[in-house]
């Protein structure tokens, strides 16, 4: 199976780029956009300046449990930059969605509470809402940054070359993010993760 059917099969459908989009970044974007996959896993990630953005982490179930989706994270992290990534909030149905949570407050991730992301779907035309995870790299970080850094990488990564790629545009980063100082819910203390 290669890199794209694991990821395919694992992400819903509204989360996932198309196998060319991503292949597009890889080659147009290649200075940022990188690819990490060995036989048990795929890490597709953004390396800004002062960020690394997770768009996809796979881990096979084989290999769940073992440490390898923490091992990647943990040569993410010795970049000393903000890690950034898009969660699906918790869905009772699913348990994967909570384990997800689990393992990034383990890895030190903190809740960008006050940030809003939900943009529709290309391919069920859906709104879908996530939640913005983040780790770090210095206390000086705020939810402000990770918001900017979150409109980068809309604007940069999801939404490039979308009309041609797609045959329609996806929505304005205005639409999709907003910063709401004063309605934060820590989804971690919600969960009691």
Do not use: C
Request: net charge negative; hydrophobic share 30%; glycine share 4%.
């Amino acid at each position: 199976m290669n890199w794209y059917e694991k990821l395919n099969q694992y992400f819903p459908i509204e989360e996932m780029k198309s196998k060319e989009h991503i292949e597009v970044l890889l080659e147009d974007k290649q200075e940022i956009y990188k690819k990490d996959e060995g036989p048990d896993h795929v890490l597709l990630y953004v390396e800004g300046d002062e960020f690394i953005f997770v768009d996809y982490l796979f881990v096979s179930k084989k290999s769940r449990g073992q440490g390898l989706g923490r091992k990647l994270i943990q040569k993410l992290q010795k970049k000393q930059k903000t890690i950034l990534l898009e969660v699906e909030p918790v869905q009772e149905n699913d348990d994967d969605t909570f384990k997800r949570l689990k393992f990034y407050k383990r890895e030190g991730f903190k809740h960008a509470s006050s940030i809003s992301y939900s943009r529709k779907s290309l391919a069920t035309k859906e709104n879908t809402p996530m939640e913005i995870l983040y780790w770090p790299a210095n206390p000086s970080v705020d939810e402000e940054d990770v918001f900017d850094f979150m409109k980068e990488i809309y604007s940069e990564i999801h939404t490039y070359k979308d009309d041609d790629l797609y045959g329609k545009s996806y929505q304005d980063v205005e639409d999709v993010l907003s910063l709401n100082a004063g309605q934060e819910t820590d989804i971690f203390k919600e969960m009691e993760v």
